[in-house]
């Protein structure tokens, strides 16, 4: 069973392994915490936005990229487009390739902010039983970050 943790505060100061990045699929980062990991992470910015026209952003699939510090960013599509609002099921998608990217890297902890919910437009409310229920009975401790 993860350990639940409930944050207000800065995504980007916390000490997790992977921190998790709310993108579109169009390469735009240009608003909320978004543009925050753009100035914080280039080099992320850069792999993400030539990912996105090559086609290899879309809904349900974390895009990962290693910072040279050892930090991992999963740049998740919360959004097809920057316009759209977010839809459940692709955030619901998008959860369960992120379980797997986490098992796959053997993640310990990993911080995660309230998914759709700011721009995109979803309740937290209903967002965040979805990611609790989706680690399952993983030992990982999950950072969620309140609205």
Same mark, same amino acid.
């Given at each position: 069973?993860?350990?639940?943790?409930?944050?207000?505060?800065?995504?980007?100061?916390?000490? &997790?392994?992977?921190?998790?990045?709310?993108?579109?699929?169009?390469?735009?980062?240009?608003?909320?915490?978004?543009?925050?990991?753009?100035?914080?992470?280039?080099?992320?910015?850069? &792999?993400?936005?030539?990912?996105?026209?090559?086609?290899?952003?879309?809904?349900?699939?974390?895009?990962?990229?290693?910072?040279?510090? !050892? =930090?991992?960013?999963?740049?998740?599509?919360?959004?097809?487009?920057?316009?759209?609002?977010?839809? /459940?099921?692709? =955030?619901?998608?998008?959860?369960?390739?992120?379980?797997?990217?986490?098992?796959?890297?053997?993640?310990?902890?990993? &911080?995660?902010?309230?998914? !759709?919910?700011?721009? !995109? !437009?979803?309740?937290?409310?209903?967002?965040?039983?979805?990611? =609790?229920? &989706?680690?399952?009975?993983?030992?990982?401790?999950? /950072?969620?970050?309140?609205?």
């Amino acid at each position: 069973m993860p350990i639940t943790q409930l944050i207000r505060g800065d995504l980007l100061a916390a000490n &997790a392994q992977i921190l998790v990045n709310p993108v579109n699929c169009v390469g735009v980062m240009g608003k909320g915490l978004a543009l925050q990991f753009k100035r914080t992470y280039p080099d992320n910015y850069t &792999a993400y936005r030539q990912a996105c026209d090559t086609g290899l952003v879309h809904p349900g699939k974390v895009f990962s990229y290693r910072e040279a510090n !050892g =930090i991992w960013i999963a740049n998740f599509p919360t959004k097809r487009h920057w316009r759209d609002t977010s839809l /459940m099921e692709d =955030i619901e998608l998008g959860i369960v390739d992120l379980v797997q990217f986490t098992r796959t890297i053997k993640a310990r902890n990993i &911080a995660i902010p309230p998914l !759709g919910c700011g721009l !995109g !437009g979803l309740k937290w409310s209903e967002v965040k039983p979805s990611i =609790i229920q &989706a680690f399952g009975n993983d030992s990982i401790t999950l /950072m969620l970050f309140e609205p």
